[in-house]
Nanobody
Framework: QVQLVESGGGSVQAGGSLRLSCAAS????????MAWFRQAPGKEREGVAV???????SYADSVKGRFTISKDNAKNTLYLQMNSLKPEDTAMYYC???????????????WGQGTQVTVSS
């Protein structure tokens, strides 16, 4: 099983950058697909980025070219580098993990508690 803890959120100005981290613990960590989701108040949770066990990645169209998902297996940590942030990126960001491939659909078995990202105009 996997336990996830996010960090790195904060408040930034439009055009700025943030790097989110997700510390993962689990015996079979490297066999899990890892993803980032976000959810604004009153909105549905949406997939942002996902990385497979072979390090292949996929992104939502809204963040493609601005966000980068990566892993550091030695540190058991998932990252989301966010550049050129927009007010529309304001949301609670969650990391997720699952042995199965769910892509950007919010069907993952394991979830962190989230870290808030606020982008001002």
């Amino acid at each position: 099983q996997v336990q996830l803890v996010e960090s790195g959120g904060g408040s930034v100005q439009a055009g700025g950058s943030l790097r989110l981290s997700c510390a993962a613990s689990g015996y079979r960590y490297r066999r899990y697909c890892m993803a980032w989701f976000r959810q604004a108040p009153g909105k549905e949770r949406e997939g942002v980025a996902v990385i497979d066990t072979d390090d292949s990645t996929s992104y939502a169209d809204s963040v493609k070219g601005r966000f980068t998902i990566s892993k550091d297996n030695a540190k058991n940590t998932l990252y989301l580098q966010m550049n050129s942030l927009k007010p529309e990126d304001t949301a609670m960001y969650y990391c997720a993990a699952d042995l199965l491939w769910y892509g950007l659909h919010p069907r993952y078995m394991y979830w962190g508690q989230g870290t808030q990202v606020t982008v001002s105009s």
